[in-house]
């Protein structure tokens, strides 16, 4: 069964009420949520969920299903789960969102700064990074940390919008990730637009204003193979 998306629409909310629908051995599937499932370099949210009687339970991952849109939400090892029926209060860990939000988007910023195929990425709430098809030799860490926070600073509102799939066939060059394709199938692909900076397909969670990220810094670059070349940044704060 699909769930309702809740932060395709709005990345910043924290909680919600939602019904369960099932348990499975890999997680506990809702009606709607606000959890992020692992996908596109991001992990999964983590939090928890209150039941009536106030009860927290612990949600340690929130990963994909094999069905389109369908959500299951990890419980902590060895805690007692709600049953199907059961209304609950959901709630991610915010601080640990937010992060992974400021440096998604950072990302997004990277990929315009460095002009080449992007080979695979990860995200952490503690850093991330972007692989790059290009010769080591021309990325150069000061350059790429000044312009990135040039960027960041100009305090540009993000945007979400909305194309079919047969427009996002007709527009290849929008893919800029070599390793990720956009979700297809449900007949219309999210992007992310930075007015003058960006536009690429994303299924992720980004913050409203580029002003949020804050500072950020290139920890390392570093060889990982032919066409990898790794650059890693980090929050200043």
């Known amino acids: 069964m699909a769930t309702d998306l809740l932060f395709r629409n709005d990345a910043y909310l924290r ?53 389109l849109d369908q ?65 080591l030799a021309l990325l150069d860490a000061a350059r790429i940390e000044r312009e990135v926070n040039e960027i960041t600073a100009r305090a540009i509102d993000t945007e979400t919008v909305w194309i079919t799939d047969a427009e996002l066939d007709a527009r290849p060059e929008l893919v800029k990730t070599m390793s990720v394709q956009p979700p297809r199938g449900a007949g219309r692909v999210r992007l992310l637009r930075i007015p003058g900076i960006d536009l690429q397909p994303c299924g992720g969670t980004h913050v409203r204003n580029l002003g949020e990220i804050g500072p950020i810094r290139v920890l390392r670059i570093r060889n990982e193979g032919k066409r990898n070349k790794r650059v890693e940044i980090a929050l200043t704060d």
């Open 15 to 67: 909680a919600a009420t939602a019904r369960v629908v099932a348990v499975h051995e890999r997680g506990i599937e809702l009606d709607r949520t606000v959890f992020y499932p692992t996908g596109g370099g991001q992990p999964g949210d983590t939090g928890a969920f209150v039941r009536a009687g106030g009860e927290r339970l612990t949600i340690v991952d929130t990963r994909k299903g094999e069905a």
């Open 71 to 135: 959500v299951l939400h990890v419980p902590a090892p060895g805690a007692e789960v709600p049953q199907a029926g059961e209304s609950v209060q959901i709630e991610i860990d915010w601080p640990r969102r937010h992060r992974l939000m400021r440096l998604h988007t950072a990302l997004h910023v990277m990929s315009c700064v460095v002009v080449a195929p992007v080979t695979g990425g990860q995200i952490a709430p503690d850093k991330a990074r972007l692989d790059f098809d290009i010769d």
